[in-house]
T-cell receptor
Framework: DQQVKQNSPSLSVQEGRISILNCDYT??????FLWYKKYPAEGPTFLIS?????DKNEDGRFTVFLNKSAKHLSLHIVPSQPGDSAVYFCAASDTNTGNQFYFGTGTSLTVIP | DVKVTQSSRYLVKRTGEKVFLECVQD?????MFWYRQDPGLGLRLIYFSYDVKMKEKGDIPEGYSVSREKKERFSLILESASTNQTSMYLC????????FGEGSRLTVL
């Protein structure tokens, strides 16, 4: 069963606007979350992470929000740029019990110039 | 800079062939992983290793084996390739976040 879900397979946003990518998880023991960006024919690259002791983490144009009670996290990209067009994966881990990360199915973001 | 190197970017093999995918990391990480990525399915864990000669099955280990003889090297082996193993294979290592290689696109005919 999918423990991490990204329910929007695709998203289109105008350049300069905000992109919001969403991710839901089912395992309440997950305590470390990451976002990755992937271009075609390349490996995923790490974007930003958040641990469960925080509810927000920022890095430049990227902000991740964590709502533990709703088991939901989101990635905000402001302002969106055409180079942000890629597939975005969220991932979650229970750092107390193991090394495994569970990935969502990805959201393909298109930023329209 | 962090580096995870996968030996082959593109491979084409025939059904029944043995396939080796090799991965090397230069970060002295103990943990290494093999994932496959398929459209609509995201990244699924095949095997991981938390130390030399140690391995654990992931979510989809059937049809695969792995080898970790040295800390920096983690190999994925398809003993007898099948068409349903056509996929993008991604190696990763980690301390905290995962660092991925560029991927190996395998086509099995």
């Amino acid at each position: 069963d999918q423990q991490v879900k990204q329910n929007s397979p695709s998203l289109s946003v105008q350049e300069g606007r905000i992109s919001i990518l969403n991710c839901d998880y089912t395992n309440s023991m997950f305590d470390y979350f990451l976002w990755y960006k992937k271009y075609p024919a390349e490996g995923p690259t790490f974007l930003i992470s958040i641990s469960s002791i925080k509810d927000k983490n920022e890095d430049g144009r990227f902000t991740v929000f964590l709502n533990k009670s709703a088991k939901h996290l989101s990635l905000h990209i402001v302002p969106s740029q055409p180079g942000d067009s890629a597939v975005y994966f969220c991932a979650a881990s229970d750092t107390n019990t193991g090394n495994q990360f569970y990935f969502g199915t990805g959201t393909s973001l298109t930023v329209i110039p | 800079d962090v580096k995870v190197t996968q030996s082959s970017r593109y491979l084409v093999k025939r059904t029944g062939e043995k396939v080796f995918l090799e991965c090397v990391q230069d970060m002295d990480h103990e943990n290494m992983f093999w994932y496959r990525q398929d459209p609509g399915l995201g990244l699924r864990l095949i095997y991981f290793s938390y130390d030399v000669k140690m391995k654990e099955k992931g979510d989809i280990p059937e049809g695969y084996s792995v080898s970790r003889e040295k800390k920096e090297r983690f190999s994925l082996i398809l003993e007898s390739a099948s068409t349903n193993q056509t996929s993008m294979y991604l190696c990763a290592s980690r301390y905290w976040e995962l660092f991925f290689g560029e991927g190996s696109r395998l086509t099995v005919l």
